[in-house]
């Protein structure tokens, strides 16, 4: 007999950006890193053979709670990688629910429908996962092996074994982050042990019970219609910091953001939640880029929108911006007394790595790697 554990990996940023990430390599969080510790205490007294991953960083660096303890070498297995998005891969969930309604709703519940171009159905992920899962049964016989993946092809490989569409089993629950199924596999029987148990989680501290935040997605901002929008936007974040407009250069900033994105037409970037836009993020697309730096000119949400959970969205469109770029780090400018603004970077990852010039006073130079 061969026992089969499948684990999920652990929050990635997928999870935290509120984005489409199925073949995107996403990278864990710091709230996955807990996770991955918390999982290998889990596992510190089970005996395992082998493990398994995905073709995807997530995967992989969620596997060490097990390979590395164990002293394993972690091998790749892509029957076990996630759904295919095809066009939708990277797509923000705010310009799934607002562009593309239907497949939004198609891809929550499973849908026949789902059929990206470019993308994977339900019904083939579940055959590619479930025939890879029996074939390393059959390659291990009375062995234990770990095989760590990702949630909508778990979610189908369990309906599958069921005899069901994943769209026929709505009984069967999303595993969540580093959840842990059980199975025991003979020839062609199997038998179901446990399934998405996320118990060792129940020791880390509980994240305080919010609503969804609101999901946003992002367009060109167009400088000649919206520029009152932008420079209003440039004057209030000015008079958060310094209280009024003494020295405040509007004119100035909104040459600056011209000519950034006459260099690229997505350097200025308006945040929009459905129809409304809600914010600005602005890319320096060249700047240090001969030093793998990725910089934000200018992050602003709008007072209404703040504390919501959409600040960490304008980070991730950021990152899955610069990071194909090859771009090692984030990095920005931030007044050193505005706290608030402090504090929201730090929580994300940023650390002061220097000063630089600010229009009035010094700045703090924070950065994130990539």
């Known amino acids: 007999m061969t026992r089969i554990y499948i684990i999920r990996h652990a929050e990635a940023e997928g999870n935290l950006f509120h984005r489409a990430h199925g073949w995107f390599d996403g990278h864990i969080t710091a709230t996955g890193m807990e996770q991955i510790a918390a999982l290998e205490k889990r596992f510190a007294d089970i005996h395992v053979d082998t493990a398994y991953a995905s073709e995807l960083t997530r995967t992989q660096i969620t596997a060490q709670a097990v390979v590395a303890p164990?002293?394993?070498?972690?091998?790749?297995?892509?029957?076990?990688?996630?759904?295919?998005?095809?066009?939708?891969?990277?797509?923000?969930?705010?310009?799934?629910?607002?562009?593309?309604?239907?497949?939004?709703?198609?891809?929550?519940?499973?849908?026949?429908?789902?059929?990206?171009?470019?993308?994977?159905?339900?019904?083939?992920?579940?055959?590619?996962?479930?025939?890879?899962?029996?074939?390393?049964?059959?390659?291990?016989?009375?062995?234990?092996?770990?095989?760590?993946?990702?949630?909508?092809?778990?979610?189908?490989?369990?309906?599958?074994?069921?005899?069901?569409?994943?769209?026929?089993?709505?009984?069967?629950?999303?595993?969540?982050?580093?959840?842990?199924?059980?199975?025991?596999?003979?020839?062609?029987?199997?038998?179901?042990?446990?399934?998405?148990?996320?118990?060792?989680?129940?020791?880390?501290?509980?994240?305080?019970?919010?609503?969804?935040?609101?999901?946003?997605?992002?367009?060109?901002?167009?400088?000649?219609?919206?520029?009152?929008?932008?420079?209003?936007?440039?004057?209030?974040?000015?008079?958060?910091?310094?209280?009024?407009?003494?020295?405040?250069?509007?004119?100035?900033?909104?040459?600056?953001?011209?000519?950034?994105?006459?260099?690229?037409?997505?350097?200025?970037?308006?945040?929009?939640?459905?129809e409304k836009p809600i914010g600005i993020l602005q890319l320096a697309i060249h700047r240090e880029a001969r030093e793998g730096v990725g910089y934000i000119s200018f992050l602003y949400l709008d007072p209404a929108y703040r504390r919501q959970g959409i600040g960490i969205q304008l980070i991730g469109q950021a990152v899955c911006t610069y990071r194909p770029m090859g771009r090692r780090c984030l990095q920005l400018s931030c007044a050193p007394n505005n706290a608030a603004a402090q504090h929201f970077y730090r929580r994300w990852g940023f650390q002061k790595v220097g000063q630089t010039a600010g229009s009035k006073t010094p700045l703090d130079l924070l950065e994130k790697p990539l």
């Open 70 to 274: 164990k002293g394993l070498k972690l091998r790749i297995e892509p029957g076990l990688n996630e759904i295919r998005m095809g066009v939708y891969e990277d797509v923000t969930l705010g310009d799934l629910i607002y562009h593309h309604p239907e497949e939004r709703v198609n891809f929550g519940t499973y849908s026949r429908k789902w059929a990206p171009e470019g993308g994977d159905t339900f019904a083939q992920a579940a055959e590619r996962f479930t025939a890879t899962f029996f074939r390393l049964a059959q390659r291990h016989p009375d062995e234990t092996i770990c095989l760590f993946t990702h949630s909508a092809v778990i979610r189908c490989f369990q309906a599958a074994l069921r005899g069901k569409h994943p769209e026929d089993a709505p009984d069967i629950h999303t595993c969540g982050n580093t959840g842990v199924s059980c199975y025991e596999v003979k020839g062609d029987k199997f038998r179901i042990v446990y399934e998405n148990d996320t118990t060792h989680l129940d020791s880390l501290p509980k994240p305080p019970r919010r609503n969804m935040p609101p999901l946003v997605w992002f367009q060109p901002m167009d400088l000649n219609r919206e520029a009152q929008r932008y420079y209003k936007a440039r004057e209030d974040a000015w008079r958060e910091v310094y209280d009024s407009l003494h020295g405040f250069d509007g004119p100035g900033y909104l040459a600056e953001a011209r000519r950034e994105q006459e260099e690229n037409p997505w350097a200025v970037q308006q945040v929009m939640w459905e």
